[in-house]
């Protein structure tokens, strides 16, 4: 199914009902656990509840509320307009402008690409590094719960294979992976330059 048909056009094990409040808020703790540096840039990562018509939305108040579609950083910091950092995209209007930028992949594939991600920030000194030592420094393990507590049928999108990409915010360079699924949102988005 491609990304035009988005979230709800089959509900799936959304259908009868909200998410596992259990999952959510590990779901929600792991999420804050991921948010830091990697490489030169970030990873930010949110959980929220959502019925499947609602994913867009969410993901897209969830990128807006983080300053990443305006001349800010996610600290509320202006950037700075320098010529060499400074790359003109444009930035999704709305929810459906953002979710037509996202193909659906299946979970391995979402998977790796988290790894391939979290790899960037291997010197990393925050919560996630100390999280990722608690799994002996495999972060398979970690986008494995990720994946596991979003709870089965979940679909994903990304905007990257990591050559290639459809720009979803206002940096040099972005990648992000939403996760859908029983009444759970998982979006997570790395980016990188101003």
């Given at each position: 199914?491609?990304?035009d ?14 998410p ?13 656990d ?81 790894i ?24 398979r ?23 290639t ?17 029983n ?6 988005i ?5």
């Amino acid at each position: 199914m491609d990304a035009d048909a988005g979230p709800d056009a089959d509900a799936g094990p959304d259908a009868d009902g909200g998410p596992d409040a259990g999952n959510l808020d590990r779901l929600r703790g792991l999420c804050a656990d991921l948010a830091g540096a990697v490489g030169d840039g970030q990873l930010l990562a949110w959980a929220d509840a959502s019925v499947p018509a609602a994913v867009p939305d969410v993901v897209f108040g969830a990128v807006s509320d983080a300053g990443l579609l305006a001349d800010s950083d996610p600290m509320g910091r202006t950037l700075p307009r320098s010529p060499r950092r400074w790359q003109k995209v444009s930035v999704p209007a709305d929810a459906d402008e953002l979710w037509s930028r996202l193909w659906e992949i299946d979970e391995p594939t979402a998977i790796e690409l988290l790894i391939s991600l979290e790899a960037s920030g291997a010197g990393d000194r925050s919560r996630r590094a100390r999280r990722l030592r608690r799994y002996q420094d495999e972060p398979r393990d970690i986008f494995a719960e990720l994946a596991s507590l979003t709870g089965p049928g979940t679909r994903w999108w990304t905007n990257t294979d990591l050559t290639t990409w459809n720009p979803v915010t206002q940096h040099t360079f972005d990648a992000m992976v939403v996760g859908a699924g029983n009444g759970i949102v998982v979006t997570l988005i790395a980016f990188e330059g101003g």
